[in-house]
């Protein structure tokens, strides 16, 4: 992977990071017409900090990398 591929992707999960995410929805939204329906979907995990202060960092690891396998393969 090139460097720009590299600083938008999270080494812990995989998944796209903030800033792939505001460049994929800028160009979305200057691509999509203004009269077609528009979503975008936020996923909070509730308590996610009181979980890693329970269960520890490589729990919590485990867990980010659960949740991300479960919305790549939805």
């Known amino acids: ?3 720009h591929t590299l600083e938008r992707i999270d080494a812990l999960t995989g998944c796209d990071n903030l800033l792939a995410f505001l460049e994929k929805l800028s160009v979305d939204l ?11 979907v936020l996923i909070d995990l509730n308590k996610f900090a009181e979980f890693t202060q329970k ?3 490589e729990q919590c690891d485990r867990g980010l990398r659960w ?3 479960v919305l790549r393969d939805t």
């Open 1 to 3: 992977m090139d460097s």
């Open 30 to 40: 200057k691509e999509t017409p203004t009269e077609q329906p528009f979503s975008l």
């Open 55 to 57: 269960n520890g960092q």
């Open 67 to 69: 949740v991300s396998i």
